[in-house]
T-cell receptor, first 112, second 111 residues
Framework: NAGVTQTPKFQVLKTGQSMTLQCAQDMNHNSMYWYRQDPGMGLRLIYYSASEGTTDKGEVPNGYNVSRLNKREFSLRLESAAPSQTSVYFC???????????FGQGTRLTVV | ELKVEQNPLFLSMQEGKNYTIYCNYSTTSDRLYWYRQDPGKSLESLFVLLSNGAVKQEGRLMASLDTKARLSTLHITAAVHDLSATYFCAVSGGGADGLTFGKGTHLIIQP
């Protein structure tokens, strides 16, 4: 039972490069989320998708785009990476309606 | 705007001692979650508290929720080294779907 799977686990980008973080869940959850974690800041919501075909901004959406490809997959794209986007990114899923979230293993991204 | 405050943010304690982590939140919510994170790892769900007065216990950890006071506590009894981790509380109902997290309590338990 894989749960929530993220790829890649580590990535180094140069300023201005683009990349897509992939996330897939096998729990048949309706809702999926992208959070970023920075030292001393807890986790902050970037974007979420309450159901297939819908996406909404969270607390810190600037510089990111998302795609809910199907019920299982939710990707996060950085179009032009900046050093301020150096962070650990977590994908999560839940049945929806503010229920318990299950997290992937995280992607550690460094932008130089 | 929903705000979640944890205290303390850092705690160093000795094995065998008891301590409590506090989680305050700013707006009405009846769902609160506690997570554990080990260094370099993901977040693991510890407790789900769904109503006023809810109390959950797992081993040396006990969590409670007082929705009227907008307060949850995570109590550690007779701490052991294996409980060293960062503990997060998270609250639902911040407008957007998804949880609003506190900044986390970094707990170190020394022999």
């Amino acid at each position: 039972n894989a749960g929530v799977t993220q790829t890649p686990k580590f990535q180094v980008l140069k300023t201005g490069q683009s990349m897509t973080l992939q996330c897939a869940q096998d729990m048949n959850h309706n809702s999926m989320y992208w959070y970023r974690q920075d030292p001393g800041m807890g986790l902050r919501l970037i974007y979420y998708s309450a159901s297939e075909g819908t996406t909404d901004k969270g607390e810190v959406p600037n510089g990111y785009n998302v795609s809910r490809l199907n019920k299982r997959e939710f990707s996060l794209r950085l179009e032009s990476a900046a050093p301020s986007q150096t962070s650990v990114y977590f994908c999560a899923s839940s049945t929806g309606g503010w229920t318990e979230a299950f997290f992937g293993q995280g992607t550690r991204l460094t932008v130089v | 705007e929903l705000k979640v405050e944890q205290n303390p943010l850092f705690l160093s304690m000795q094995e065998g001692k008891n301590y409590t982590i506090y989680c305050n939140y700013s707006t009405t919510s009846d769902r609160l979650y506690w997570y554990r994170q080990d260094p370099g790892k993901s977040l693991e769900s510890l407790f789900v508290l769904l109503s006023n007065g809810a109390v959950k216990q797992e081993g040396r950890l006990m969590a409670s929720l007082d929705t009227k006071a907008r307060l949850s506590t995570l109590h550690i009894t007779a701490a052991v080294h294996d409980l060293s981790a960062t503990y997060f509380c998270a609250v639902s109902g911040g407008g957007a779907d998804g949880l609003t997290f506190g900044k986390g309590t970094h707990l170190i338990i020394q022999p």
